[in-house]
């Protein structure tokens, strides 16, 4: 048995330790924060508890995956119920498109806006599910070591239908015509943080998640699934250390590895670090043992960062549902100010995330639970003054699409934005959603998994492969606990 030490307690620090600790060996976690979770973590306050982070339960595919890998279903620990409609997309006041939960009416939501548009959904849907079936069996479960991983019959000769070298805009426009159509194809990107016209076509296949597997939602919370992690992982025997932040990550004579923390100094057999990749190398690691300096860390296209308001409300809002898209102002103007000339937006999207409608137990009766998020790109100053300048500007039209006052109903407010990334989850330039999915930035290209020059240290989360996004983090971390398994089976 050997002993090892997991840093940071997100989802991929949680997924390693449940794979490692289930092979038999003696796992420690060390988190920062006083609760696991990372950036799904939680808070409660007066009645409401809000979701820090993720919101959209997507591919529910992944997560029964993973619970099928230590005997479970989501069903052992939370009741997923999928959503309908799925979400909405708000172009104006009286313009908006409801995404219902069945594939036959979306058909018609799409007819209704463009003739023949129905046949061309299909035809890109039946793609996607092309794209979807290869990443999800032979692209995103490898840890990018080398492009022959990749060298497998189905990948080459499906490699002209997984479009990679056609970007995601070009692709959509192709089947598409109306604007509203063309946005609403190209926002599932946004989660893989860069603009349309700079992701692979091949992460159309999110189209396919978000259409076709639908949207989910688990009763509780998005809190719920590191809670279910967690339990797998004490049934295991992991410690769980809280409130221990690991302060450097020592090499010993024949790379020996032992971690330091407050409380002290820890000898381990391995280690698997989660917490944002380049903190990791540039401030645990002296630099001999670095992958990379700072130099090629200033040069990646990083995701966004955001900006976000939890709200409490003392009342209920009759038009929003559950996730609510505001693309009343330019995609195009935003997606540049976030990634090509960065700034804080003159006129932003956003998004309202309002689980209350779905789950009575995450608001007090009668009231509503308001998540606002705002993406921006990272890097930029954040005071208060600026917040609140954005909160302006988004309660406002938030009011006027719902037509009643919520200013004046608030009862409870928070903000979280740049700089609480950086000092909660040391994220460098305060990235939400770690690194993006680029071409230039996929599989090989990626911040690789294993330290190469220590045999026993590798990587996991949304920084290193496969990606940003929860199913990616809890594949990341299964892929970590793979390597340093090898590693430990070789060594033995
Ligand atoms: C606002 C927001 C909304 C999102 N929405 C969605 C969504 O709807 N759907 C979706 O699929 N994904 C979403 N994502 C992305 C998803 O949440 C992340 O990709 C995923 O949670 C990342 O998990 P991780 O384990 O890589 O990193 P983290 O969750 O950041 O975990 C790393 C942990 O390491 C800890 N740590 C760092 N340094 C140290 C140290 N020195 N010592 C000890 N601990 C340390 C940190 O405190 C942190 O808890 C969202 C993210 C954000 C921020």
Same mark, same amino acid.
């Given at each position: ?8 307690? +997100? ?20 988190? =920062? ?18 979701? *820090? ?7 529910? @595919? ?12 989501? $069903? ?35 007819? !209704? &806006? ?41 990948? &080459? ?37 860069? *603009? ?28 719920? %699934?590191? =809670?279910? *992690? ?13 409130? $221990? ?13 032992? %971690? ?21 190398? #540039? ?30 409300? !003392? ?79 988004? &309660? ?6 719902? +037509?009643? @006052?919520?200013?004046?109903?608030? %009862? ?10 950086? =000092?909660?989850?040391?994220?460098? =330039? ?10 230039? #930035? ?8 294993? !330290? ?30 793979? #390597? ?9």
């Amino acid at each position: 048995m050997s002993k090892i030490a997991i840093i940071g307690g +997100g989802f991929s620090g949680l997924s390693a330790a449940c794979f490692i600790a289930k092979q038999g060996h003696e796992v420690t976690l060390c988190e =920062k924060n006083e609760s696991l979770g990372g950036r799904a973590r939680f808070f409660s306050e007066l009645g409401f508890m809000f979701d *820090m982070g993720p919101s959209w339960y997507w591919m529910p @595919d992944i997560f029964e995956d993973f619970f099928a890998q230590f005997g479970k279903k989501s $069903c052992d620990y939370y009741k997923l119920v999928q959503l309908d409609p799925g979400f909405q997309v708000i172009y104006g006041k009286d313009d908006v498109l409801q995404i219902p939960a069945r594939i036959d009416d979306i058909y018609e939501v799409f007819e !209704n &806006i463009e003739k023949g548009s129905a046949a061309q959904l299909e035809k890109f849907l039946a793609e996607g599910a092309f794209k979807y079936k290869v990443g999800m069996q032979h692209l995103v479960y490898k840890p990018s070591f080398s492009w022959l991983e990749f060298a497998e019959k189905e990948v &080459i000769t499906g490699a002209v239908k997984l479009h990679m070298f056609q970007s995601v805009s070009d692709y959509v426009r192709k089947f598409f015509k109306d604007e509203r159509l063309v946005m609403l194809m190209e926002f599932p990107v946004l989660f893989l943080g860069a *603009m349309a016209q700079q992701i692979p076509a091949l992460y159309s296949l999110m189209n396919y998640a978000a259409l076709s597997l639908g949207t989910w939602y688990p009763i509780g919370g998005m809190a719920e %699934i590191p =809670k279910a *992690m967690e339990d797998i992982a004490a049934s295991y025997g992991v410690r769980f250390m809280t409130g $221990c932040e690991i302060s450097k990550i020592n090499i010993g004579t024949k790379k020996a590895i032992s %971690i330091s923390s407050k409380i002290g100094e820890f000898r381990t057999d391995g280690v698997i670090a989660t917490g944002d990749y380049h903190h990791t190398e #540039q401030h645990l690691l002296e630099e001999q043992y670095r992958n990379y300096d700072e130099a090629y860390w200033d040069k990646r296209t990083l995701a966004p960062s955001c900006l976000i308001f939890y709200i409490g409300v !003392n009342k209920k809002i009759k038009k929003l549902i559950h996730h609510n898209l505001f693309f009343d102002a330019s995609f195009e103007n935003h997606a540049r100010e976030i990634y090509k000339e960065p700034k804080w937006p003159d006129d932003p999207l956003f998004y309202a995330c309002c689980p209350s409608k779905t789950d009575m137990s995450v608001a007090p009766e009668g009231m509503e639970n308001l998540f606002l998020l705002v993406p921006v790109a990272t890097g930029l100053e954040d005071n208060e003054a600026m917040r609140e300048k954005y909160f302006g500007i988004i &309660i406002r039209r938030l009011e006027g699409f719902c +037509g009643e @006052d919520i200013l004046n109903h608030i %009862i409870f407010k928070r903000s979280y934005c740049i700089k609480d990334f950086a =000092k909660d989850y040391h994220a460098y =330039k305060g990235n939400a959603y770690g690194l993006a999915n680029t071409l230039r #930035q996929t599989a090989v290209l990626k911040p690789t998994l294993r !330290n190469k020059k220590i045999k026993n240290l590798f990587y996991a989360g949304q920084l290193t492969v496969p990606g940003p996004g929860v199913p990616p983090a809890l594949i990341s971390g299964q892929l970590a606990a793979g #390597q340093l398994l090898n590693y430990l089976n070789t060594k033995q």
